[in-house]
Nanobody, 119 residues
């Protein structure tokens, strides 16, 4: 069983920055991919950013140039640096990790951390 624990959320003003962390209970290098998702009230959960085992990254258009995803395998932790925050970034942010074992891929989720951006 894999556990993911997010931290770093909070209430900030528009234009400020936050860094989210996702601590994993096993080596982050073992995951085929990790990512950040978010869900705003009344909306579906959406993909924000991903980082693959190779360390290649991808971002939603809405956060490109403002958010940076990274991974520190020595600390088994993934990060999301969020700059120039906007009120539209307000959501619960979830950490996700995909683990391949044989022919099976399992997905794991954290409990979420609230990010609120005031105008």
């Amino acid at each position: 069983q894999v556990q993911l624990v997010e931290s770093g959320g909070g209430l900030v003003q528009a234009g400020w920055s936050l860094r989210l962390s996702c601590a994993a209970s096993r080596s982050t290098f073992s995951f085929v991919a990790m990512g950040w998702f978010r869900q705003a009230p009344g909306k579906q959960r959406e993909l924000v950013a991903t980082i693959r085992h190779s360390s290649s990254t991808a971002y939603a258009d809405s956060v490109k140039g403002r958010f940076t995803i990274s991974r520190d395998d020595a600390k088994d932790t993934m990060y999301l640096q969020m700059n120039s925050l906007k009120p539209d970034d307000t959501a619960v942010y979830y950490c996700n990790a995909a683990l391949v074992s044989g022919a099976r891929t399992s997905a794991y989720w954290g409990q979420g951390t609230q990010v609120t951006v005031s105008s």
